[in-house]
């Protein structure tokens, strides 16, 4: 997962819910999550985001984690490492 809970985070694909396109919206999530009718995890929004496609109005309640990008400060360790192998020197 990309955010933890009460994560303030940024909107980086297009294709929020896989039906409506924004990106670039900076968001509050909840702690509270579900899973979406495609089997990802969904974060709840602090703030319902609401956009207008074709004249009707739309309101967006979760967000799928996936595209999601947490914004935080430096304090705490790099998780990058939970999931991705460490790097090793190779020897020429």
């Not at 929020?16 to 702690?31: G, L």
């Not at 579900?34 to 709840?44: A, D, Q, R």
């Amino acid at each position: 997962m990309n955010c933890k809970p009460n994560d303030i985070a940024r909107i980086i694909s297009t294709d929020v819910t896989r039906t409506f396109k924004v990106s670039d919206k900076i968001v509050k999530i909840t702690d509270k999550t579900m899973v979406s009718e495609f089997g990802l995890i969904c974060w709840f929004l602090e703030k319902p985001l609401y956009i207008r496609v074709f004249g009707i109005d739309h309101e967006i309640v979760t967000v799928e984690d996936d595209l999601l990008r947490p914004i935080r400060g430096l304090d705490g360790p790099d998780e990058t490492l939970t999931w991705c192998d460490v790097p090793t020197k190779e020897l020429a």
